[in-house]
């Protein structure tokens, strides 16, 4: 089968109603011995199993697992993986969460957290022969720097340590990070992947032997997807190409728009030409994403514009069809220390933008008309 799908999968249909949509298996045991293979619905569900084997398709590896949310999955990729007097490398502009949890908890127990300033260069300067795992995101969140996977994968090779990549802003669609050498591909399913903004989730993917003793630690913690959200995974990754391409090219004409407007000092987006991170976006990615991040000048009231916004909806997430803002300062990264938002490059008046499938001219005027309405004269 071609490495790049054309989505949908076809669904393993149910053989006794021959449904079209793969049915909602509400139900939290199943008949012994009959169901031997699906005990209880904690441990594997039909509904999520489908789920999983969906995304192995889509992240072209041996194996999935899905949990009940985006941390889930890479809390328990962190404690199956890694043991006390293993050293975990991490760049600080991952996920505000993700660097607490790694920083915060993982520490905790023994296990030996090394954070870098943000970079490629950094990250592989920071990986010596103590390194048992480095976690990076592929596009990171929130300024959207590229990630090289495949020089950190040669690195962690030689040593033998696990990379795991967080796919969740670019997608597979726009990168196979398993493609690339990378041990785990880990996502957000709340994000793109279901694209509607209506579920919980999260993934991780790659070898048989790893994703075996990842499902073990998840059946005991209990952070498993249940079957509805599931459901709702499997429909909105039926559209998932279309929406992704489509929400990828708004996004780079709102970039090239955002660039040339009043009151705006700087644009992240790494399909700019003059981005710094735009050779290797070219190398890497099939799309460069459909984040778009910018800051606003010191004359406009941040609060202000995001209010005064009418197509776009201030929200504390991304990737759904209709687009969305936030301001990490506030959001996303509002638990991190001022010092570790200084490192990142999070400013107060920084703008996450995630662009919908929605004709991009009503975002770039609804962004000019707030604007207008939050400049101090």
Known sequence: MSKDLQFPIRDNFDKNAHSVNFPIYATTAYRSPEGDHFRYSREMNPTVEELARQMGILENAENTVCFSSGMGAISTVFLSLIRPGDRLVLPVDVFGRTYTFARDFMSKYGIDVKTTDPGTEKVIDAIDGKTRMVFVESVSNPLLRVYDIPRIAEITRQIGAILIVDDTIITPIGQRALELNADLAVNSLSKFIGGHNAAIGGSASGSARMIEEIDALRRSLGASMDPFSAFLFLQGMKTLKIRVETSSQHAAKIAEELMAMD???????????????????????????????????????????????????????????????????????????????????????????????????????????????????
């Open 263 to 377: 009151h705006i000092t700087r644009v992240y987006y790494p399909g700019i030409s003059d981005n710094e991170h735009h050779d290797l976006a070219k190398r890497l990615l099939k799309n460069y994403g459909a984040v778009v991040s910018f800051v606003l000048d010191e004359n406009v009231e941040v609060q202000k514009f995001m209010s005064s916004l009418e197509a776009i909806t201030p929200a504390n997430t991304m990737g759904g069809v209709s687009t969305l803002i936030s301001n990490p300062q506030t959001m996303s990264h509002r638990n991190l220390s001022d010092a570790d938002r200084k490192r990142i490059g999070i400013t107060p008046s920084l703008m996450r933008l995630s662009v919908g499938i929605e004709d991009p001219s009503f975002v770039i005027e609804d962004i000019r008309d707030a604007l207008r309405k939050s400049t101090i004269q």
